[in-house]
Nanobody, 121 residues
Framework: QVELVESGGGLVQAGGSLRLSCAASGRTLSTFTMGWFRQAPGKKREFVAGIIWSGGSVVYADSVKGRFTISRDNAKNTVYLQMNSLKPEDTAVYYC??????????????WGQGTQVTVSS
């Protein structure tokens, strides 16, 4: 069993930056696929970014390419999402995910509780 806790969300003006963190407990995540998803009010949860294993390949949604960066620190059992050049349409609850499968998929095994990101015009 894996427990995930997100932090770092908040209110920021368009063009600003935020760094989200996801701290894991229960198991070592060095071999897990880690990811970030988001859900805006009235919309379905959507994929944002993923990273396969430690130092593995990364994948981004087209909407965030060039602006967001996913990374991980295995020693701290933590995954990060650096968000730059934020836009109002980035406003959503952001969820961390973990999956023992060595692929990025739409239904990862574990989810965090989410952290709110609000971007004003």
């Amino acid at each position: 069993q894996v427990e995930l806790v997100e932090s770092g969300g908040g209110l920021v003006q368009a063009g600003g930056s935020l760094r989200l963190s996801c701290a894991a407990s229960g198991r070592t995540l060095s071999t897990f696929t880690m990811g970030w998803f988001r859900q805006a009010p009235g919309k379905k949860r959507e994929f944002v970014a993923g990273i396969i294993w430690s130092g593995g390949s990364v994948v981004y949604a087209d909407s965030v390419k060039g602006r967001f960066t996913i990374s991980r620190d295995n020693a701290k059992n933590t995954v990060y999402l650096q968000m730059n050049s934020l836009k109002p349409e980035d406003t959503a609850v952001y969820y961390c995910s973990a999956d023992p499968n060595r692929i990025i998929r739409a239904t990862p095994e574990y989810w965090g509780q989410g952290t709110q990101v609000t971007v004003s015009s």
